[in-house]
């Protein structure tokens, strides 16, 4: 059908008057600038094209960079035990056992396997750090190959603790049937402990170590610097008490808090004492055992591919945290979006009902 | 009268500019003075339509080039004309007016769509029956005409600028022609 007054309402557009024209020109007269600004730029779907890629870029970067630079480092912290090659081709990597100012930190090293060569030098054993307090403990699993040889280990594991000026704190023995295992955990001065643990390593093949080492150097020089404080507070008070023009009340409240400074005095140097003890003795636990799967020395990784193992494991963690940070989020988003909508449906309605368009 | 859901419009429309995201579509940008010379007349013959007001149809032609001149960088060719963007800051120039006089005349206790047709003869050449049968259709039937009859908008465009589907667009197009006939007495 061709109707009539569409062709008229076609023909019959009317054209903007001129004074429009006009106001129209003198707003066009000035020409806006082309070059949009970031915030113009930004829109949502660029922001997503390029804010997604750019996060997964510095994920990806933050992962690789902590794989390169940090896994050296812990490498160097905590070294399996070495071969005898290594021991011999990188002796200056044997790490310093601990931080001489981080005071409860443990230092650990250890955890691999080794062969029995390697025993010979426990190069890569961390040593107790000299003219500092601190406490030393290892856990040696070594394999023996019958239930008599684990027998005679023990026995001279005991003995050569006797004789380093060491004693035994457990000792436990379990022979159920051909296998075995017993553990056995001494306590040895310091100066003994690198010589013991060599001397454990050789009683059959070292299948694992494990060494721990925290520095108490710290902790004994606050015991020590607030004995003194309270060696200073005792003399004090006892000066004071030789007065004698004292009340009664005064006499009594310098009594009692010579009497609380004493008490404290003594707890001090039985903490410290205590302390000094602890970290003049290492700890020492040695696993025997007859069980050919706990020699089993695990496959040793080169550095290319702890690199990308640590590089995964950050990656991994990331996404943990990115997956936990969009469970949290998600809910609020949802309720953001299902506002939004519900708004603009609304919003639209109520055009339509403005225009008489329902 | 039978309540019968009108057809979509297939009417004669010529499609003088090519739907959006159209892979042929030209992505050139014209500048701001040309897009306003060329699209004036296109703008304020919608709002006349639209507003049934000369005077406001001025007005509001001259608010939407100010939004347009503030708005012409993030004015992208690729995703539709200028002509179709004018539209839609037109669109949205009149109903934050509508808005702002409903909220008036609320105030006042009456409603803009309640008062007397202005007697103005807003569309210069027109008939007076086809004058008076326009200002008996709803602001939304009129709007759609001015889109597609008058501006000669293609119905993707035209669709994009009163923030609808393309077949609602249809149809709504083909209820205000239906209703126009009604008013003029030549339905059949």
């Known amino acids: 059908m061709t109707d009539a007054f569409l062709a008229e309402l076609r023909a019959s557009a009317p054209p903007a008057p001129e004074r429009l024209r006009e106001r129209v020109e003198a707003i066009a007269a000035h020409e806006p600038r082309a070059r949009a600004s970031w915030r113009e730029w930004l829109q949502p779907r660029r922001a997503v094209l390029v804010i997604a890629p750019a996060a997964l870029a510095a994920m990806l970067a933050v992962a690789v960079a902590h794989g390169v630079f940090e896994t050296p480092g812990q490498h160097e912290a905590a070294p399996s035990p070495p071969s005898a090659e290594r021991a011999k081709s990188r002796p200056a990597r044997v790490p310093a056992p601990t931080n001489p100012h981080r005071s409860g930190a443990f230092d650990r090293a250890g955890g691999g396997g080794a062969s029995a060569q390697a025993l010979k030098g426990i190069a890569g054993t961390p040593q107790a750090a000299r003219g500092r307090k601190q406490d030393y403990r290892a856990t040696l699993t070594v394999r023996v190959a019958n239930v008599g040889r684990m027998s005679d280990a023990m026995k001279a594991a005991i003995n050569a603790t006797r004789r380093w000026g ?27 402990v690198q010589a013991a643990i060599q001397r454990f390593s050789n009683l059959g093949t070292l299948a694992a170590q494990d060494v721990s080492i925290r520095d108490v150097q710290g902790r004994l020089d606050d015991y020590t610097r607030q004995l003194a404080s309270v060696a200073k507070l005792i003399a004090k008070t006892r000066a004071e008490l030789l007065d004698p023009n004292l009340t009664r009340a005064e006499r009594a409240t310098l009594e009692a808090r010579l009497a609380r400074a004493q008490a404290r005095g003594g707890y001090l140097r039985g903490e410290r004492a205590k302390l000094a003890r602890t970290a003049s003795f290492a700890t020492v636990t040695l696993n025997l055992t007859t069980r050919a799967a706990a020699a089993a020395a695990p496959r040793k990784q080169g550095d290319v591919e702890r690199t990308l193992r640590d590089a995964a494991s950050i990656l991994a963690l ?41 | 009268m039978t309540n019968r859901r009108p057809a979509a419009y297939t009417g004669c429309v010529s499609a003088v500019e090519l739907p959006a995201r159209h892979p042929n579509a030209t ?42 001149l503030r708005a012409w960088p993030r004015f992208d060719p690729r995703r539709g004309s200028a002509r179709t963007w004018l539209c839609q800051l037109a669109r949205t120039s009149a109903l934050d007016h509508f808005r702002a006089e409903q909220r008036r005349h609320r105030r006042e206790e009456r409603y803009a769509r309640d008062e007397p047709v202005a007697a103005e003869h807003h569309a210069g050449g027109l008939s007076p029956e086809l004058e008076a049968a326009l200002a008996r259709l709803s602001p939304a039937e009129r709007e759609v005409i001015a889109l597609r009859v008058v501006l000669d908008l293609d119905g993707p465009s035209a669709a994009r600028v009163l923030g609808i589907r393309e077949s609602a667009c249809s149809t709504r197009l083909s209820r205000a022609l239906d209703h126009l006939r009604r008013e003029m007495g030549t339905d059949d």
């Open chain 1, 318 to 358: 990331e996404l943990a945290y990115g997956l936990y940070a969009l469970i949290v989020a998600a809910p609020f988003a949802l309720v953001a979006l299902l506002i939004w909508l519900g708004a603009r449906v609304a919003r639209r309605r109520a055009d339509d009902r403005l225009l008489g368009s329902t």
């Open chain 1, 166 to 192: 060491g004693y035994v704190v457990s000792a436990r023995y379990d022979v159920p049937g051909r296998n075995g295992d017993a553990e056995l955990v001494v306590r040895i001065p310091v100066q003994h």
């Open chain 2, 27 to 68: 992505a050139a940008r014209p500048t701001f003075a040309a897009a306003a010379r060329a699209h004036l007349d296109d703008v304020y013959r919608y709002l006349l339509y639209l507003t049934k007001d000369g005077t406001l149809a001025e007005d509001l032609t001259a608010d939407t080039f100010e939004r347009a």
